[in-house]
Structure formats: structure tokens, C-alpha cells
């Protein structure tokens, strides 16, 4: 992150690594930054796609789980269908112009899955469903040899507007079972969240994980009295994220070892961070067969904000195929910091892109660490081309979103927040208070977010109490199901003229629903319209919870305090 490389005096990628620069100059997301440096354009910018002239079906398919196991012998592929004007093959040749285009008619969804290497045929299946935005086709993997290759899902479409053929394909993964102790993580496609076996009871059963944790110190903190580790359980979080020093070793592997001991006791999860050696092969293979087998090993952090030092682009992409080939089990995610820098070839080197928007009391548009001004080309603010206001952080998680879009990428990425929780230096003239901190994580989760860490623990005591208590309520089993399993939906707000933020997940015959004001107290009447319809309130999770009223297709109340933050859960008609 950002504050830390500034702690060790060395904001930019230094002048002689980076690509786009002229020669001597420092620059942050590809920005020059200091007074005595010109502007210039940092290029590296994802624009939309040009409209076609022809409505478009966009077609994506990839498997429900990143990775199936020797364990599993049924798994399934998801086929998604959008209209669109900008990606994928002219509907029905181009003779369709009409936006709402799918038929009611089932189409012919004939598929295969076969052996690249053999060129042998192993499943085959037959179905007709109803075009839609996500459909999930069951199939029996029993048959496929557990092996590190994947298979190949080949996919035929015939729609019936047209008797057009569309043919896509996707890799699915049967790994062998694991006889080296570690464990496997999970990434559920579909919602994007994390699947785990609970190996203190030696559970086979898979279940959703929200991870929820911060970044922590390891040097600075937790390397001292390695009995804050139970602590830090204890407080709810159920990841750790531990912060490596520079050099190598990047911890002293002997206390580093005892720390791991310790998370594999409690059940505490690890998120690797290799930020510092990614890019060096054989540090990085090392750090991987050190602890690619620990139980409690989640999964692996790469590269730290590349965009904002201009690492080499192919570094990411590099470091994941070499992290596949030693450990398939678990995924890899990395953090990114500017608005719109490269992200196509960075975000390819992760599964998972954390997404780290700092906007709590910083002056966006005037940099007072170096004194200049920041805008699109030019300057270093400490929070890239932001607006200075809580919904940057949401702001940012759509841009990605659109981003991947444009891209066409399947398996869509998923996307995690890094909340502020940190002030008082550089950029920052304070800390967030605990009301904007669990605002910014509300704006996160509302926006799609499928995992908290925060920067950096230790954080404000208050801030720390109030994460807490927030971590009880998004972790519990009863929450998470809702988060990772069903889609998050935005809502419909009219709230004249506060910035109310609203999304829902429907499961069963329960809706959740989780409102941020990210602005100023109103006393209006706040409507928030709801995807089904409901009739009542069952509980309240977070918030006072007084005053909001559900019926029909509404959720409603009288006023709305400043970053107020209320999570319910509806009973549906
Ligand atoms: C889990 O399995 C291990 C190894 O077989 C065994 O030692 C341990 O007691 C088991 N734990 C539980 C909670 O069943
Ligand atoms: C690592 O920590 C251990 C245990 O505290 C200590 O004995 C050892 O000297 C340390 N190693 C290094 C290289 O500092
Ligand atoms: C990787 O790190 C090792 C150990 O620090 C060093 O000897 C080697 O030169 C590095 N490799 C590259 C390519 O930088
Ligand atoms: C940012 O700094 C500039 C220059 O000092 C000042 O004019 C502006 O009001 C500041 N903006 C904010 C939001 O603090
Ligand atoms: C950003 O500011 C610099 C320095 O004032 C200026 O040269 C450049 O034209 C500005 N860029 C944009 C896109 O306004």
C-alpha cells in the first residue's frame, strides 16, 4: 500500500524500472508527480469498447468452482447470455435489432467435455432451457481422471429465433485429492465467493467463507507477542493478512513458523502476501513449498498495488502460472490502487482483485506532500483520481466491474475491499471515525465486495470496536449465506438529497437488505424499492434498526443520519 512504501521513502517505482516514463521521472499510476516534472499522458487507460452497428449476444461459460477435486464427482458450468452492443457475435446474423431479443423459446444447449490430450469425448449432455443472465448446467465429472490438467467444456447454442449456431468453451479442473496435509480453497464463479472445509472437525462439507480481517504488522506488531494472534481471533476476524518486511527472508521463518502453527490450531485463515518477491522466481517457488500444505494456508497475495508502481506488466501473469503449476489448490489475488491504469494486463494475474480507495480527509485535487495539483494525467494525491467522498470506494468496485465487462473476462474476477483504517500522515490529516469506517465497508459490500481486509491493524481503538462487532455480523452463517450465495442486487433509492446506498440478496423466503447514507444526515422520507415483495422486518442486524417500515415493494423510514449504516433482514410475501 501506498503508506507503507512512503514510510520507507520510496512512493514511486523507481525511475529505472518502470515503462512509460521519460527517463528520470517518478511517477504513481503511471502520473508524474513531482513540481519540477512535466505532464504527460500515462497511456495505459481501458475505454469502452466501440458500439456495434449489430445487436450483439455476449456469451460466457465457465465452471462453477474454479477447481473441482478427486472428492467431487458432480460439478457444474454456468453459461451466461447478456445482449449487448459491444461484445460478442451479431444475434441471429445481425437481422435482429430489437433489445429485448431473448425468446421465450428454449434454445438447443448441447455440450461436451473432453480430454484435449487424448482428443476423447468423456461427458456429453443435451438441454433446453430459456436464454437468462445465468443458467447452471449439472454434469457428472465421476468419469474424468483426477489429474493437474484441466478438461475442456465445449458448449453449442442454437437459438431458436434463428436456427444460428453459437460455439464458446471454457476449462474445468479435476484435481487429484491432496495427501500432503493442506488444504483447498475454493472460488464459488457464480457470486465469487470463497469455499472452504472446516478442517478442525474434519468436515468434507463445503461452506461459504466472507473473509473479514485487515492487513496486519507484522514487524511493527504481531511478530512481538505472537499470542495476539488468539487475540485476533477472538475479535471475529477469520483471516489474517500478515505484512512482510523487504529482503529475504521477508519474515524470520522460525517465529514465521510459529505464527502458522498457531492459525492452524485455532482455524484462523492466511492470506500469503509475497508483495515483495513475486516478481523473483525462485523467492517466490521457495515461499510456495514452504507453505502451500499448511491447513490454515487460504490463499496467496501477490503483487501489491503494481499499478501504482508501474511493475512490469507481465509480472502478475508470470507469478500466477508459476504459483498454479506448484500449488493448483488455492487461488491468488492481488491489490490494485489506480482508477484506470493498465488494469487489463495487471487484473490478469489474479483470481481475486482487492480493490485499496483511501478517501477519507485527503485533498483529491492538491497535493500537499508534493505541492502540485492532481488530476487525470498529472500528480500523486494519495487517492487516484477520487472524488474525496465515501462512494469513491464504491465507485471504484463498479469501474472495475465495467472494466471486466468491456473485457469479456469468464470466470468474471472477483473483487474485495481495502477500507481505510488509517490517518494522520501524508495524505491523510486523520483517521476514519468508526461511522465512516463502517460505511466504507457497507459501500464495499453493497457494491459486490466478496472480502473485507482492511489497512492496517493496528488500527483506532474505535475504529478497531466498531470492525469488531461489524465482522460478528457479515461472518455469521447466517449473513454470509446471503452474501455468497445469491447475487447482489442494487436498489432503487429516492432519498431527495441524501446519497443513500441500498443492494438486497434474496434466498428463500428471506430478502437481506443493506442501506448506507454515505453524505449528509436527511430528514426526508427515504424509499428504497425492493426487487420482491415482502411483508414485514424478521430482524434487524445492524443499525438501530427503529422506524424502517416493509411492504409490498417498499422499505422505508423518515430520515436517515449521516453514514448511517442499517442491515435487516425481510420476510418475503
Ligand atoms: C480429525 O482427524 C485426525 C486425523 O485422523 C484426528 O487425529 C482428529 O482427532 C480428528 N478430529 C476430529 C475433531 O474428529
Ligand atoms: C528468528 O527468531 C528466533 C526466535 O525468536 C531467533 O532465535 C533467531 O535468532 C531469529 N533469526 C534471525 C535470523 O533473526
Ligand atoms: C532472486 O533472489 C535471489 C536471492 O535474493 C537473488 O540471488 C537472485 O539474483 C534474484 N533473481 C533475480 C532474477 O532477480
Ligand atoms: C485542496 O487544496 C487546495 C489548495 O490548497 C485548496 O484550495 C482546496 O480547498 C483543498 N480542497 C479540499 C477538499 O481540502
Ligand atoms: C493536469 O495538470 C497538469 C499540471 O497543471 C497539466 O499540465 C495537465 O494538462 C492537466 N491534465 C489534464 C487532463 O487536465
Same mark, same amino acid.
Given at each position: ?11 514511486? @517505482?523507481?525511475? =529505472?524500472?518502470? %515503462? ?8 504513481? !499510476?503511471?502520473? $508524474?508527480?513531482?513540481?519540477? #516534472? ?11 469498447p466501440?458500439?456495434?452497428?449489430? +445487436? ?20 457444474? %458450468? ?13 444475434? &441471429?446474423?445481425g ?13 438447443? +444447449?448441447?455440450?461436451?467435455?473432453? #480430454?484435449?490430450e487424448?482428443?476423447r *469425448? ?7 432451457? $430459456?436464454?437468462?443472465?445465468?443458467h ?32 464458446t468453451? *471454457? ?21 465469487g465467493?470463497?469455499?472452504?472445509? #472446516? ?9 461459504p ?17 505472537? /499470542?495476539?494472534?488468539?487475540a485476533?481471533?477472538? @475479535?471475529?476476524?477469520?483471516?489474517i ?7 529475504y ?13 498457531? &492459525? ?38 501477490? @503483487? ?5 508502481? &508501474? ?23 492481488? !491489490? ?9 494486463e ?36 494519495? !487517492?487516484?483520481? !477520487?472524488?474525496?467522498?465515501?462512494? =469513491? ?11 471486466q465487462?468491456?473485457?469479456g ?9 481495502v ?8 495524505f ?10 463502517v460505511?466504507?465497508?457497507? +459501500? ?9 481486509v ?6 483506532? #481503538? ?8 461489524? $465482522?460478528?455480523?457479515v /461472518?455469521?452463517?447466517?449473513? *454470509?449465506?446471503?452474501l ?10 429516492h ?6 446506498? @441500498? ?6 423466503s ?33 443499525g ?8 409490498g415493494?417498499e ?11 442499517d ?7
Amino acid at each position: 500500500m501506498v503508506l507503507g512504501l512512503l514510510l520507507l521513502g520510496r512512493l514511486s @517505482a523507481s525511475a =529505472d524500472d518502470p %515503462f512509460n516514463n521519460p527517463p528520470g521521472v517518478d511517477i504513481w !499510476c503511471g502520473k $508524474a508527480y513531482r513540481p519540477e #516534472d512535466a505532464a504527460f499522458d500515462p497511456g495505459g487507460w481501458l475505454n469502452a469498447p466501440e458500439p456495434s452497428r449489430f +445487436l450483439l449476444l455476449d456469451l460466457r461459460v465457465f465452471p462453477r468452482m474454479s477447481v473441482y477435486t478427486a472428492d467431487d464427482s458432480e460439478g457444474s %458450468f454456468i453459461l451466461e447470455a447478456r445482449t449487448s452492443r459491444t461484445r460478442g457475435i451479431p444475434y &441471429c446474423s445481425g437481422n435482429i435489432q430489437r433489445h429485448d431479443v431473448f425468446s421465450v423459446d428454449p434454445v438447443e +444447449l448441447a455440450f461436451e467435455v473432453s #480430454d484435449a490430450e487424448t482428443g476423447r *469425448t468423456l461427458v456429453t449432455g443435451l438441454e433446453a432451457p $430459456a436464454l437468462s443472465i445465468s443458467h447452471e448446467v449439472s454434469i457428472s465429472i465421476g468419469d474424468l481422471m483426477p489429474r493437474f490438467a484441466p478438461y475442456t467444456i465445449n458448449v453449442k447454442l442454437i437459438l431458436p429465433d434463428c436456427d444460428q449456431i453459437y460455439t464458446t468453451s *471454457t476449462k474445468i479442473f479435476r484435481l487429484p485429492r491432496r495427501d500432503d496435509g493442506g488444504g483447498v480453497t475454493k472460488i464459488d464463479q457464480l457470486y465469487g465467493g470463497l469455499m472452504v472445509q #472446516d478442517y478442525l472437525s474434519n468436515s468434507t462439507e463445503w461452506k461459504p467463507l466472507f473473509p473479514f480481517s485487515y492487513y496486519v504488522s507484522w514487524g511493527g506488531w504481531l511478530e512481538q507477542d505472537l /499470542t495476539q494472534v488468539d487475540a485476533f481471533k477472538a @475479535a471475529g476476524y477469520n483471516i489474517i493478512h500478515v505484512v512482510p518486511g523487504g529482503g529475504y527472508p521477508p519474515v524470520n521463518w522460525t517465529t514465521f513458523e510459529q505464527f502458522f502453527d498457531l &492459525c492452524d490450531e485455532l482455524g484462523l485463515w492466511v492470506m500469503y502476501d509475497l508483495r515483495h518477491t513475486y516478481q523473483n522466481r525462485t523467492l517466490l517457488s521457495d515461499q510456495i513449498s514452504r507453505f502451500a500444505s499448511r491447513k490454515s494456508l487460504l490463499l496467496w497475495y501477490t @503483487a501489491d498495488e503494481p499499478d501504482g508502481h &508501474c511493475d512490469p506488466l507481465e509480472a502478475p501473469k508470470t507469478a500466477l502460472g508459476r504459483i498454479r503449476e506448484l500449488d493448483p489448490w488455492h487461488p491468488v489475488s492481488l !491489490c490494485l490502487n489506480c482508477a484506470n491504469f493498465h488494469y487489463e494486463e495487471y487484473s490478469a494475474g489474479a483470481d481475486i482483485i482487492l480493490s485499496d480507495v483511501y478517501p477519507v480527509a485527503v485533498n483529491t485535487s492538491y497535493s500537499e506532500v508534493y505541492g502540485t495539483v492532481c488530476n487525470t494525467t498529472y500528480g500523486c494525491c494519495g !487517492c487516484d483520481n !477520487c472524488e474525496g467522498r465515501l462512494s =469513491d470506494v464504491s465507485d471504484r468496485l463498479d469501474a472495475f466491474r465495467r472494466y471486466q465487462d468491456w473485457l469479456g473476462t469468464a470466470p468474471p474476477k472477483s473483487f474485495w475491499g481495502v477500507p481505510q483504517a488509517f490517518g494522520d500522515e501524508m495524505f491523510w490529516r486523520r483517521n476514519p471515525t468508526p461511522e465512516e469506517e463502517v460505511a466504507m465497508v457497507a +459501500l464495499s459490500v453493497n457494491h459486490d465486495a466478496k472480502g473485507i481486509v482492511g489497512w492496517i491493524y493496528p488500527t483506532t #481503538d474505535s475504529i478497531a470496536a466498531a470492525t469488531r462487532a461489524l $465482522a460478528r455480523v457479515v /461472518t455469521s452463517e447466517e449473513i *454470509t449465506a446471503f452474501l455468497l450465495g445469491s447475487s447482489t442486487q442494487s436498489l432503487e433509492v429516492h432519498s431527495p438529497p441524501a446519497a443513500v446506498d @441500498a443492494a438486497a440478496w434474496v434466498r428463500e423466503s428471506k430478502m437481506l437488505v443493506s442501506v448506507v447514507n454515505s453524505g449528509r444526515a436527511t430528514q426526508a422520507r427515504v424509499s428504497i424499492i425492493l426487487p420482491e415483495m415482502v411483508v414485514g422486518i424478521a430482524a434487524s442486524k445492524w443499525g438501530d434498526g427503529s422506524g424502517w417500515k416493509a411492504a409490498g415493494r417498499e422499505l422505508s423510514r423518515n430520515g436517515l443520519g449521516k453514514y448511517e449504516v442499517d442491515i435487516v433482514v425481510l420476510d418475503l410475501a
